[in-house]
């Protein structure tokens, strides 16, 4: 019998995720592997999440939500953004997800079709060029070329070598950690609406800057689609929660298209994430770690070798330049998981052009791993 196979499964792999399927076989093989290499928090999510999911599995009627999600959660993030941001986002313009994979799947195929312009930034997160790609939009990678985010004039430069339909940024960036200041975002933004381009802005990372208060791309222009999720500041990355804030246009054709998709998010997860928003004090404290991991990185990693390519501002990643050491990320990173049992992410997951020179080490792990794998590159590195 003749097998299908589609072109659309011919995307680059996520590396990431192969770097840690290896790290899993060496590790049930008894290695010690510290894993820098998925943006994980090593957290579980707080008692009080893991408390109402509990309450609701005792309670046992688990089943089908709306499409655009449970009227309590979608209540709670629109509480969400009037508390932590000052702005009014309306409840019917939110929509909870299957995890931010999901909101990015939604908003592509809303609001685009098959060979439309897209522009990312490289480095960037590989799903987005990845999902993209299988849905057949043609990806305009902006290389920054040095610059720690994407500026109003890349975008207006790559617009005016061929018109764009839309852009998604993200701020703070993964893999970088970069935050777009206010006023480089609000021209970003602004720029986007003179030149027709349709904005996309990831805020999976916001609750995670070290340095600057968040601001949403909102807060410029209200038809931005804003994507989050309760995987990174929340510690909820397996439970497949996220959401979306689409302009009021958007709505009902991304509900249309997650009925037939998702049909709705896990019941269970919705549940539990209302919590998520009343136990900052917890994930404040978790946070603080990470600001101890990105101080000891920002010491260490320079000292053997490893340069940073943008500022640490957020997330919890640091992306360096390791051509010093290498001219082959993938190879060095197959090697430092072998030799010293410390995973991390190649840079050509971020970076097809120039990932060879690149790696990101996620620090969202315990301070006591980061003491020991700096320490272990020091060896491995002598």
């Known amino acids: ?118 522009a990312i930034a490289a480095p960037g997160y590989p799903a987005y060029r990845n999902i993209m790609g299988a849905l057949g939009l043609d990806v305009v990678e902006i290389e920054l070329e040095g610059a720690a985010y994407l500026h109003a004039e890349h975008l207006r430069t790559a617009h005016a070598q061929k018109p764009l339909k839309g852009v998604l940024f993200a701020s703070p960036a993964n893999p970088t950690g970069a935050v777009v200041p206010a006023g480089d975002l609000k021209a970003l933004v602004d720029t986007a609406r003179e030149l027709g381009i349709a904005v996309i802005s990831d805020e999976i990372y916001h609750r995670l800057a070290y340095g600057a208060p968040d601001v949403t791309a909102l807060t410029y222009d209200s038809d931005v689609t804003v994507i989050n999720s309760f995987s990174k500041y929340y510690c909820m990355t397996g439970w497949r929660i996220g959401w979306m804030v689409l302009p009021d246009r958007l709505v009902r054709p991304v509900e249309r298209i997650a009925q037939s998709l998702y049909i709705s998010a896990p019941e269970l997860s919705q549940v539990a994430a209302i919590e998520a ?38 997330a919890f990643y640091a992306f360096c330049d390791v051509s010093r050491l290498t001219n082959d990320s993938m190879e060095f990173a197959s090697r430092m998981l072998a030799e010293a049992h410390v995973a991390a992410t190649p840079g050509r997951d971020f970076d097809p052009l120039a990932g060879h020179r690149f790696m990101r080490f996620s620090y969202a792990g315990s301070h006591d791993d980061m003491i020991e794998s700096m320490d272990r590159l020091e060896r491995w590195l002598r």
């Open 1 to 118: 019998m003749a097998v299908a196979i589609s072109r659309r499964g011919e995307v680059e792999p996520f590396h990431a995720m192969d770097i840690l399927a290896e790290a899993n076989r060496l590790r049930a093989l008894g290695a010690p592997v510290i894993s820098m290499a998925v943006g994980q928090p090593s957290d579980p999510a707080p008692q009080r999440v893991r408390d109402a999911a509990a309450a609701a599995l005792k309670l046992g009627r688990i089943g089908y939500t709306d499409a655009l999600g449970l009227a309590d959660l979608r209540k709670a993030i629109s509480a969400h953004y009037a508390d932590h941001y000052r702005i009014d986002v309306p409840v019917s313009r939110i929509a909870v997800t299957t995890g931010s994979s999901a909101a990015f799947n939604l908003a592509f195929l809303a609001m685009f079709d098959a060979g439309d312009r897209v």
């Open 277 to 314: 928003f009343n136990v900052t004090d917890e994930l404040e404290v978790i946070k603080a770690r990470y600001a101890w991991n990105r101080e000891l990185l920002a010491k260490r990693l320079p000292e053997l070798g490893f340069s940073f390519a943008a500022p640490m501002d957020g």
